[in-house]
Nanobody
Framework: QVQLVESGGGLVQPGGSLRLSCAAS????????MAWFRQAPGKERELVAT???????WYAESVKGRFTISRDNGKNTLSLQMNNLKSEDTAVYYC?????WGRGTRVTVSS
């Protein structure tokens, strides 16, 4: 089972940008769907974006047009570029692949 480690979270002002990365311990080539989830304080974990091995992408309506998910099979990484961040994007962001989860990286959007 692949191990996942997220990075790139932090504190950013509204309107700012962050890029999250997820490093896998092994090859992700054969993993069809990879995803980013997030869990805001007091809320359930929600699906943010997915990308398939064929390059198809899906986004939650709340992040569409602001977030971009991508994967690099050569480097075994999953990324999430987040632009025009809003306070409601504050959450712990988790990488998911083949039933494996990372421990998360915290994103705080605040002035």
């Amino acid at each position: 089972q692949v191990q996942l480690v997220e990075s790139g979270g932090g504190l950013v002002q509204p309107g700012g940008s962050l890029r999250l990365s997820c490093a896998a311990s092994g090859s992700i080539y054969s993993i069809n769907v990879m995803a980013w989830f997030r869990q805001a304080p007091g809320k359930e974990r929600e699906l943010v974006a997915t990308v398939t091995s064929g390059g198809s992408r899906w986004y939650a309506e709340s992040v569409k047009g602001r977030f971009t998910i991508s994967r690099d099979n050569g480097k075994n990484t999953l990324s999430l570029q987040m632009n025009n961040l809003k306070s409601e994007d504050t959450a712990v962001y988790y990488c998911n692949a083949a039933a494996s989860w990372g421990r998360g990286t915290r994103v705080t959007v605040s002035s």
